[in-house]
């Protein structure tokens, strides 16, 4: 089956910082989706972007299909954005699950 | 526009029970799917339900069992709980492919 890496698995940045998160995966994809788990275990969603570049405020995606990669961008990082982020991928064989990364672990310091 | 939402938050149960977990989609949405999420990673698919049948299943024993009902609710049982069965079930909802996700329900199983 499909195989999602995230990158890196941990990361500490202080208040204000800038940071960039990295999903490759390893065949073609119908869906990919970035989330936040905040620390009640809820699942947010934060892009649906399978291809292409798409911007929320202060996030940012881009997803490079032919390439297999999709990268996150956080700027001015608030303690808020602290949690897990995931990759979900769902394989082009009309499969219909979600393949989920191991997630990046970000913490956010005042 | 409630999202999705499920029942119970929390749930303690002791080896050898069963237990069924609730789910209501998203307004507008027909496709639930179930995901299992240990301690420390990603969630697993478990199975999709569409039409009231289950459209695909992930690799989970035959306990692992669910239901979808007319209005698209749907139900998750799992019977002959087992320690490892202890995790956050979360639920899922979609028309399409991007998939919103519940508060989930953690089962403890003692």
């Known amino acids: 089956g499909i195989q999602v890496e995230q990158s890196p698995p941990d990361l500490i940045l202080q208040e204000g910082a800038n940071s960039t998160l990295r999903c490759n995966f390893s065949?073609?994809?119908?869906?990919l989706q970035w989330f936040h788990q905040n620390p009640w275990g809820q699942l947010i969603n934060l892009f649906y972007?399978?291809?292409g570049t798409k911007q929320n405020g202060r996030l940012s995606a881009t997803t490079v299909a032919t390439e297999r990669y999709s990268l996150l961008y956080i700027s001015s990082s608030q303690t808020t954005d602290s949690g897990v982020y995931f990759c979900?991928?769902?394989?082009?064989?009309?499969?219909?699950?979600?393949?989920f990364g191991s997630g990046t672990r970000l913490l956010v310091r005042p | 526009d409630a999202g999705v939402t499920q029942s119970p938050t929390h749930l303690i149960k002791t080896r050898g029970q069963q237990v069924t977990l609730r789910c209501s989609p998203k307004?507008?949405?027909?496709?639930v799917s179930w995901y299992q999420q240990a301690l420390g990673q990603g969630p697993q698919f478990i199975f999709q339900?569409?039409?009231?049948?289950?459209?695909q299943r992930g690799n989970f024993p035959d306990r692992f069992s669910g239901h979808q009902f007319p209005n698209y609710s749907s139900e998750l049982n799992v019977n002959a709980l087992l320690l490892g069965d202890s995790a956050l079930y979360l639920c899922?909802?979609?028309?399409?492919?991007?998939?919103?996700f519940g508060p989930g329900t953690r089962l403890t199983v003692l």
């Open positions: 307004s507008g949405h027909d496709t």
């Open positions: 979900a991928v769902e394989q082009m064989d009309s499969s219909y699950k979600l393949i």
């Open positions: 339900y569409y039409e009231e049948e289950e459209r």
């Open positions: 065949d073609s994809v119908n869906n």
């Open positions: 899922a909802s979609s028309q399409g492919t991007e998939q919103f």
């Open positions: 972007i399978p291809s």
